[in-house]
């Protein structure tokens, strides 16, 4: 038992495209807190650090493409964050739960609440390497995950992060809890969302004491690198026809990047 605890398996590469060794993702394998191990994908600045580390939460989609690469969007801001000096985990909750995605479905069987207990697991890992600046450790969430980044930020063990980043989560349930961030957090939502809507996202920053930024007339993934705007299918859908507006703003996007970079350097 103490073995597993402590072990971290690293089981393959994965280079990032366009980047060199330095910045290959590395598979490790990691104790969840329910039960099994869960899997991340490390990639690290040149170097022995320690490093500052982002870890990453994939959305209701999953972590991999339809091909079993990567995802862009998780791919490009690894690949930004590493070569901005900031080791990367992003850390797999649906693979080793035999979940492929879960964007249509109403009855979950993994829920945000759930992941926030793989985000401390990954934490807990962390804590034992020593590439890691255990007081640098901060947290970005996409859609899904973000929604789980907003739920780990109200948790008492959200100080062990030094800062949150919730991408256009769902905000509407626990703007009926008292929500209240116990560590610095910020909300990024396109202002034309129609799959998770800003307006409870803005209000639960307000009462919470989190940041909010809204984009104008960007929707869902607008943070993505490359991917054209078009509707699909959603269980959660704000239309009358269940369908969501989801694609890339070139803006939106290059402001979130700038913002982003600008909060993970504060102190």
Known sequence: MIARLVRACIVALLPLAAAGPANAFEKVSFPSRDSGDLVGWLARPAGAGPFPVVIGL???AGLYTRSGEL???????????????????????????SIKALCNQR???LTP???????????????KQGFAAKQRIALIGWSNGGSTALRVAAAPEARRLRHVIAFY???????????????DT????????????????EELARRGGARFVGFPGAYH???????????????YSQRPDDLVTIGSDPKARADAIDAVMAILKRP
Do not use: M
């Open 58 to 60: 994939h959305g209701c």
């Open 71 to 97: 995802g862009a969007r998780e791919s490009d801001w690894s690949q930004r964050l590493t070569g901005a000096g900031y080791a990367v985990l992003l850390v797999d909750s649906f693979g080793p739960r």
């Open 107 to 109: 009855e979950r069987s």
């Open 113 to 127: 609440a759930d992941r926030t207990r793989d985000a401390f697991a990954a934490i807990d890992w962390l804590d």
């Open 169 to 183: 989560p769902g905000c509407r349930v626990i703007l009926k809890r008292g929500w209240q961030a116990q560590t």
């Open 186 to 201: 910020a909300i990024f939502q396109g202002l034309a969302d129609d799959w998770t809507p800003a307006a409870p996202c």
């Open 221 to 235: 993934d607008f943070d993505h690198p490359n991917l054209p705007l078009r509707e699909r299918k959603a269980a």
